[in-house]
């Protein structure tokens, strides 16, 4: 069984930061590309980051020089590290791998807030 366990979120003040984790098992993960995906109350799914096996990184324009996604491939484990946050980044955040197939993990809330 495949599973993307997602950790780090929580609540933080506006312009502060956030590191996010997520630890995949049962995949070749040097082998997936990998993602962190999004979803606000009342919105859709939105792309924030992705990595390639290669390490080749592609954001959303919402988070552009605010977030940077990386990933250990000794430690099955890809980061999304999150600086200058906005109330507009509250949302859950969702840990993506895809390789032969495409896998979610169960999201790890993230609240910006004074």
């Known amino acids: 069984q495949v599973q993307l366990v997602e950790s780090g979120g929580g609540l933080v003040q506006p312009g502060g930061s956030l590191r996010l984790s997520c630890a995949a098992s049962?995949?070749?993960?040097?082998?997936?590309?990998m993602g962190w995906y999004r979803q606000a109350p009342g919105k859709q799914r939105e792309l924030v980051a992705t990595i390639s096996s290669s390490g080749s990184a592609n954001y959303a324009d919402s988070v552009k020089g605010r977030f940077t996604i990386s990933r250990d491939n000794a430690e099955n484990t890809v980061y999304l590290q999150m600086n200058s946050l906005k109330p507009e980044d509250t949302a859950v955040y969702y840990c993506?791998?895809?390789?032969?197939?495409?896998?979610w993990g169960q999201g790890t809330q993230v609240t910006v807030s004074s």
């Open positions: 993506n791998g895809r390789w032969v197939y495409s896998y």
């Open positions: 049962g995949i070749i993960f040097r082998l997936a590309t």
